[in-house]
């Protein structure tokens, strides 16, 4: 598997490549005049539609991939904005014929008996119910205006030493034991982001509007309701997300409090500050678990051969082919992402590594992602691996817990290892309050669509409130507090993905507690609910890892009560 060649094409030419909407509306002209007198050839239909949609996703993919690794240079962005404006416009109404043609077929019924069919069947019929023509020139303005936002984020930058440091730089020093230049970088890193407030918040504004006028248009009366039905959130619904609100609320918001109440103790300061949080309570300076990009890479494909050689090697492949873009430095957009490749199948690893704890989970994070990518690229349809987000996200959260046994590859010392895990044992009590945080605050904002920009701040630091500790002193960095939102990407780029965080460290928390118990079913659960791509449903595939899809008040108390005695281990 070390160098992967994209499979054999029967409906394209090998050649073929995306030069624009005139080189691919034949292909899309041919699936829709083919005769379908069979069920067999419906089969064959889908088939070539799914490799079809595979050479166009992967297309757009690398466009994207491109333009977030260097967001200064204007030819990737203008070839981004190429396909967001000339050929994905084109491909919608077709698509949407290809949906009708699909659903009339008379042989469907027979294919729908099949696994995986049947959730791509229902997916169909979803998009033929909120498509609008009239929707398509404003998805493309969306998507414009939502790529300017890493364009902005991606050219902060502050002074210090005099040096000029990414913010994802710069925010490494705030792990640093001098209280004194915690204090600077954090106030040099606020001062950068407040900086850009008025064009954020003006950016964003437009996105409302927008995506108002989606919803009206398909005929709901808020975003928030169109955009559950477009993600295919079918086994829960905003109540449901409100209860998950309520939960965190009342059974990890109290653990909080006390991991607040706890730091300021062992730090024998006065007043806990925000530039408090991130530094080690015992004064030791920040852990550094590898050296560069290509040190974190080695470690992690390591960690993985570990767990089970065919982990590892899925990295090994992705290095092999450069399928890698780890280090931050100027000009690349924030973040990290995994990127599904969906014809070849290997997918890319973006982020912007320093040198932190926090950097070396996100790539156990996003190889959690890639190796899902693996194990699905070989089923029979694009839609079989196109895996919501809920299962996604229990693929990388998972394994940042499942490879925690062999953490000591990345931290030689016994005491460095134990506060490694420590630390990201936290995380997950602090990750729990701010996925609540971001996703009541998304209800908020479209439900009231009308509102201001000073209603806007004043909602997110009452939501803020209900989610964060009362330890820490905000005290004259109120105006900083007021924006914080503006560094969740997600908010402008992917709206309403973001409860699909909580969801799934819940599930990861049952998957790392089975995994703690019998290491090697454990392992076999969650390989085994990652296969199934979108084959099944969500509490299904939770079901095949042998855990519950589950928010209740009563199931967060018992996984809670798990992290916290395993917090008391170490």
């Known amino acids: 598997m070390d160098i992967v060649k994209?499979?054999?094409?029967?409906?394209?030419?090998?050649?073929?490549?995306?030069?624009?909407?005139?080189?691919?509306?034949?292909?899309?002209?041919?699936?829709?005049v083919r005769e379908i007198n069979t069920v067999d050839e419906?089969?064959?239909?889908?088939?070539?539609?799914?490799?079809?949609?595979?050479?166009?996703?992967?297309?757009?993919?690398?466009?994207?991939?491109?333009?977030?690794?260097?967001?200064?240079?204007?030819?990737?962005?203008?070839?981004y904005q190429e396909f967001v404006e000339k050929i994905q416009p084109n491909i919608s109404p077709v698509s949407n014929r290809l949906n009708q043609k699909a659903i009339s077929c008379p042989f469907l019924s027979q294919l729908e008996q099949e696994q995986g069919f049947d959730l791509m069947v229902r997916e169909m019929k979803k998009d033929i119910e909120i498509f609008r023509e009239e929707n398509i020139p404003l998805f493309t303005e969306a998507q414009t205006l939502s790529s300017q936002y890493g364009q902005i984020s991606g050219a902060m930058t502050i002074e210090h030493g005099g040096k000029e440091l990414t913010l994802?730089?710069?925010?490494?020093?705030?792990?640093?034991?001098?209280?004194?230049?915690?204090?600077?970088?954090?106030?040099?890193?606020?001062?950068?982001?407040?900086?850009?407030?008025?064009?954020?918040?003006?950016?964003?504004?437009?996105?409302?509007?927008?995506?108002?006028?989606?919803?009206?248009?398909?005929?709901?009366?808020?975003?928030?309701?169109?955009?559950?039905?477009?993600?295919?959130?079918?086994?829960?619904?905003?109540a449901d997300c409100f209860d998950f609100h309520d939960s965190v609320s009342s059974e990890v918001v109290p653990l909080l409090h006390d991991l607040a109440d706890e730091r300021?103790?062992?730090?024998?300061?006065?007043?806990?500050?925000?530039?408090?949080?991130?530094?080690?309570?015992?004064?030791?300076?920040?852990?550094?678990?590898?050296?560069?990009?290509?040190?974190?890479?080695?470690?992690?494909?390591?960690?993985?051969?570990?767990?089970?050689?065919?982990?590892?090697?899925?990295?090994?492949?992705?290095k092999n082919m450069g399928h890698l873009d780890l280090v931050s430095r100027k000009g690349k957009a924030p973040g990290g992402y995994n990127y599904p490749l969906a014809e070849i199948g290997v997918p890319f690893i973006f982020m912007n590594a320093t040198s932190t704890l926090r950097?070396?989970?996100?790539?156990?994070?996003?190889?959690?992602?890639?190796?899902?990518?693996?194990?699905?690229?070989?089923?029979?349809?694009?839609?079989?691996?196109?895996?919501?987000?809920?299962?996604?996200?229990?693929?990388?959260?998972?394994?940042?817990?499942?490879?925690?046994?062999h953490w000591d590859v990345f931290f030689a010392d016994e005491e460095a290892l134990k506060r490694a895990k420590k630390e990201h044992l936290e995380q997950i009590i602090e990750?729990?309050?701010?996925?609540?945080?971001?996703?009541?605050?998304?209800?908020?904002?479209?439900?009231?669509?009308g509102h201001t920009v000073e209603e806007r701040n004043k909602t997110w630091e009452k939501i803020f409130a209900d989610f964060a500790d009362t330890t820490t002193d905000w005290s004259g960095l109120e105006e900083n507090r007021k924006y914080l939102w503006h560094k969740q990407l997600h908010l402008y780029e992917v709206p309403f993905y973001y409860?699909?965080?909580?969801?799934?460290?819940?599930?990861?928390?049952?998957?790392?507690?089975?995994?703690?118990?019998?290491?090697?079913?454990?392992?076999?659960?969650?390989?085994?609910?990652?296969?199934l791509g979108y084959m099944k449903s969500i509490p299904e595939i939770y079901k095949a890892a042998n855990i519950r899809f589950d928010f209740s008040k009563e199931y967060i108390t018992a996984l809670m009560g798990f992290v916290r005695e395993e917090l008391r281990s170490l």
């Open 6 to 32: 994209r499979p054999e094409r029967s409906f394209l030419e090998e050649s073929f490549n995306v030069t624009g909407w005139e080189a691919l509306a034949p292909y899309f002209e041919a699936l829709e």
């Open 42 to 79: 419906l089969r064959g239909w889908f088939r070539d539609r799914s490799e079809l949609e595979s050479v166009v996703s992967e297309d757009l993919a690398w466009r994207y991939i491109k333009m977030t690794c260097d967001t200064d240079n204007k030819a990737l962005t203008d070839r």
């Open 168 to 238: 994802q730089q710069a925010a490494v020093m705030l792990q640093s034991t001098d209280r004194v230049l915690r204090e600077e970088i954090y106030r040099k890193i606020s001062a950068r982001r407040i900086q850009d407030k008025e064009s954020l918040d003006e950016l964003f504004s437009k996105l409302i509007t927008l995506r108002h006028q989606i919803a009206r248009n398909a005929g709901f009366d808020n975003f928030r309701d169109y955009m559950f039905k477009a993600m295919g959130r079918f086994d829960y619904s905003p």
């Open 264 to 318: 300021k103790l062992q730090l024998g300061v006065e007043q806990l500050r925000p530039w408090d949080k991130a530094v080690d309570t015992s004064g030791k300076e920040a852990l550094k678990p590898f050296n560069g990009g290509e040190d974190l890479l080695a470690k992690t494909i390591e960690c993985f051969n570990r767990l089970d050689p065919f982990l590892g090697n899925c990295l090994t492949t992705m």
């Open 359 to 405: 950097d070396m989970v996100t790539i156990l994070h996003e190889g959690g992602h890639a190796v899902h990518s693996f194990l699905t690229k070989d089923l029979e349809l694009s839609d079989f691996k196109s895996t919501p987000s809920e299962v996604a996200e229990l693929a990388s959260m998972a394994m940042e817990l499942i490879s925690m046994d």
């Open 431 to 449: 990750t729990l309050p701010w996925v609540a945080t971001i996703d009541k605050y998304q209800h908020w904002l479209y439900e009231n669509p």
């Open 499 to 531: 409860i699909e965080y909580g969801m799934a460290q819940l599930g990861a928390v049952a998957v790392w507690k089975n995994f703690k118990e019998n290491p090697e079913k454990g392992l076999e659960g969650y390989l085994n609910a990652l296969k």
